[in-house]
């Protein structure tokens, strides 16, 4: 009786070690994916923390406007039309000075050119520091923008421009972030000029218990991203809350039904003219459980999903970042 009572449970007892191997081998990859999400956010941190002292200095400008006076320059930049017009030489220190038709206030607008000048070394210097650094920018609520390093202003920029429209400036108010602290705009774009996908970080700046302006720095994040990606043993990408895909290895976004990629790389894909990044997106797989997939991960944000259909793929396992929306997914196939 009792050899044939163990034979009964002997299949449950398979199956209960059995589905605890696939927890343990779950949260083990969690565990490395913790770690990943750490090391990426640790690197973004050094900027959030460059872009709050960037925010003091600033209000020290505007505080001290009276006694700094005598250190003004008021030569150092001429407003023609809506812009200062500078050469456009990497090696300035000088910055594209736009002074938007928008403006309510045009003798304030220029008043605080001369006031912030002095935030053209601070940009140089953070600039120089970082090259992951694509640009560094101030908007005011006079409508003024103060961009680092100087581009093409007059062919690019629409001098009847609302800055405060725009979610670089709105989303560091006060509504929108009480804190008043750094701020990390949840949806990246892709760089025209060919550096991958453009993450922007902005910070609010407040006079007399008023916002007066927002700082930015736009970062290229391809570099970081995909060096910690490469150094992991699986196939991982990065999505952001939408469902895009920001960076990923070759493998792993192949397995999920997306177009073909340029020469197995993302990056060169990205940058090709005929990139939509709509294309990407795990909701425009064409596999539908992919699509699954994402509503499981990212809307249920549960950390895990199991593939039924998919004949080459196991299981996904998910880890959210804690500053920006985005999400850290591995990719198993069968033979992992």
Request: with cysteine.
């Amino acid at each position: 009786m009792r050899l044939r009572f163990s034979i009964f449970l002997l299949p449950i007892f398979l199956l209960t070690a059995c589905e605890q191997s696939k927890t343990y081998k779950i949260r083990e990859q969690q565990i490395t994916m913790e770690g990943v999400v750490y090391k990426i956010e640790d690197e973004l941190k050094l900027l959030a923390d460059e872009i709050r002292e960037l925010a003091k200095f600033n209000e020290f400008l505007l505080e001290k406007q009276d006694s700094l006076k005598p250190y003004q320059d008021p030569d150092r930049y001429q407003i023609t039309g809506f812009f200062a017009s500078e050469p456009l030489d990497s090696a300035s220190d000088k910055s594209s000075v736009i002074l938007l038709n928008t403006s309510d206030n045009r003798a304030a607008a220029l008043n605080e050119i001369l006031v912030t000048n002095g935030l053209d070394s601070a940009f140089t210097k953070l600039y120089e520091k970082y090259d992951l650094i694509e640009q560094i920018y101030s908007n005011s609520k006079h409508q003024l923008s103060r961009v680092y390093p100087a581009y093409d202003v007059m062919n690019i920029v629409d001098p009847n421009l609302d800055v405060t429209q725009f979610n670089f400036y709105y989303q560091a108010d006060e509504i929108n972030n009480p804190s008043k602290g750094p701020v990390w705009i949840p949806d990246p774009y892709v760089d025209p000029a060919g550096r991958g996908w453009i993450l922007s970080l902005v910070h609010p700046v407040y006079h007399e218990g008023e916002l007066y302006s927002v700082l930015g720095i736009d970062l290229t994040v391809n570099n970081i991203i995909q060096g910690f990606l490469d150094q992991e043993k699986g196939d991982y990408i990065i999505v952001n809350k939408q469902g895009d895909i920001v960076a990923g290895k070759a493998a792993a976004i192949e397995a999920l039904s997306m177009p073909p990629l340029r020469n197995h790389v993302y990056l060169e894909t990205i940058n090709s003219d005929n990139f939509r990044i709509s294309d990407y997106n795990l909701y425009n797989s064409k596999s539908r459980e992919v699509r699954k997939m994402g509503q499981t991960l990212l809307m249920a944000q549960e950390g895990h999903f199991l593939f039924k259909e998919e004949s080459y793929l196991k299981d996904a396992v998910c880890w959210p970042f804690l500053s920006i929306e985005w999400f850290l997914i591995r990719i198993n196939d069968n033979n992992q």
